[in-house]
Structures are given as C-alpha cells and as structure tokens.
C-alpha cells in the first residue's frame, strides 16, 4: 500500500501564512481531506474536495493540489491553530483509507 | 447536533478481547458509512475499520485483520468494534468517525473517543 508524507514539524510567525504539505501516489487521483487535532482532543476536518471547508472552519484555510502533493495552507496565521495537522486520503491499492504522519505546527 | 460518544474502553490483557460502542444521535444514523481510527498514545491517527451504511461492506486495515470485526445496529443508532487476541501495540484511542458523503473517505464528525490499555 501507498504512503502518505507530511514534515513532522512547521513553524510560523503570528499573522503570517504557512504552508503544509502531504505527499504521496494516491494524491495523483484523489484529494486529501485536513484535520486538525489539539492535544487531549478529536481531530476536527478543515478542508475536504481539495479546497471545501467545513461550516465554521474559518476562510483562513484553503487547501491546494499539484502533482503528487496536497497543501493546506492558512493565511495569517493564530495562536489557536497552533495545533495537530493529519491528511487523509483514498487509496490506490490496498486500503481504502490513510492517514499522513501529521505535522504539529508551532505559531510563534 | 450530531453526536458520537464511544465507551467501552479499559485495561484488557494481552490475549483478551474488548467491544467498543459508538452511540449516534444528531442524525439519520442508517443513511452514513461509519468507521474506527485509533491513535497510540503520542502517536499518529491510524485507520482501523468501514462499515458501509448498508452493513454489507466492511475494510480492515492489514493490523487488526482477522482479529477485530465491525458492526453496526441501526436500530440502537449503534456503532460496535469487537476487538480478539489483543495485542499491546493494540494500546490506542479508539474513535468512531462517520464519512461525510458515501465513498468520500473523509470524516466529518467524530466521537471524543475511548481509550484501550493492552497489558498484563
């Protein structure tokens, strides 16, 4: 089965845009949903269809799609999106599901 | 308000054997595909089981095959995972998450979830 790959760790500044990728073959088919996971929490989904948010999630959020590679970016971002940030997406072979290793991103 | 509240999580024995429920309200529980994703502690969301809402489909992820079998009862508006032959790198919590729309595979809701202890 296929993988999917996130950079275990981002940094940003507060009120700037950061970018998180996810990387992986089934990305070239379908496109990743975003979660973000705070500690002692559940995941909640932020984007979903490559660029669809949820109800409530703010507009900060937008996701992308090249290639093999899904982003989630947030454009100026705050202190509370410090948090957990997993992809998922279908697969190509295999399982149905996966899961990235997720990125915990850090707001400075 | 959707809600999904899972129970039945503890400390079992390596060998034992646990099944988790996941109690839906909120929504027309028998019209979505439900699945389980565990996360060992300090550690990453891992996908463990589908169910379709027709209970006719059912995926297992390669590290619970065989051992762990899910279910569903639309008339309790209830989500089941029996869990066999537990094994400590079992150890996780345990979340129920229901697909958003059938064969989109992302998950729109989620439980708070329940944790499972594998250990002697």
């Known amino acids: 089965s296929s993988e999917l790959t996130q950079d275990p760790a981002v940094s940003v500044a507060l009120g700037q845009t950061v970018r998180i990728t996810c990387q992986g073959d089934?990305?070239?088919?379908?496109?990743a949903s975003w979660y973000q996971q705070k500690p002692g929490q559940a995941p909640v989904l932020v984007i979903y269809g490559k660029n669809k948010r949820p109800s409530g999630i703010p507009d900060r959020f937008s996701g992308s799609s090249s290639g093999n590679t899904d982003s989630l970016t947030i454009t100026g971002a705050q202190a509370e999106d410090e948090a957990d940030y997993y992809c998922?997406?279908?697969?190509?072979?295999?399982?149905?599901?996966?899961f990235g290793g997720g990125t915990k991103l850090t707001v400075l | 308000e959707v809600q999904l509240v899972e129970s039945g999580g503890g400390l079992v024995q390596p060998g034992g054997s646990l099944r988790l429920s996941c109690a839906a309200s909120?929504?027309?529980?028998?019209?979505?595909?439900m699945n389980w994703v565990r996360q060992a502690p300090g550690k990453g969301l891992e996908w463990v089981s589908y169910?379709?809402?027709?209970?006719?489909?059912?995926y297992y992820a390669d590290s619970v095959m065989g051992r762990f079998t899910i279910s569903r009862d639309d008339a309790r508006n209830s989500l089941y995972l029996h869990m066999d032959s537990l094994r400590a790198a079992d150890t996780a919590v345990y979340y129920c998450a229901r697909e958003q729309y059938s064969s989109s595979w992302d998950f729109d809701y989620w439980g708070q979830g329940t944790l499972v202890t594998v250990s002697s």
């Open positions: 089934s990305l070239r088919n379908y496109y």
């Open positions: 169910i379709s809402s027709s209970g006719n489909i059912r």
């Open positions: 909120g929504f027309t529980f028998s019209t979505y595909s």
């Open positions: 998922n997406s279908r697969e190509t072979s295999g399982h149905p599901v996966i």
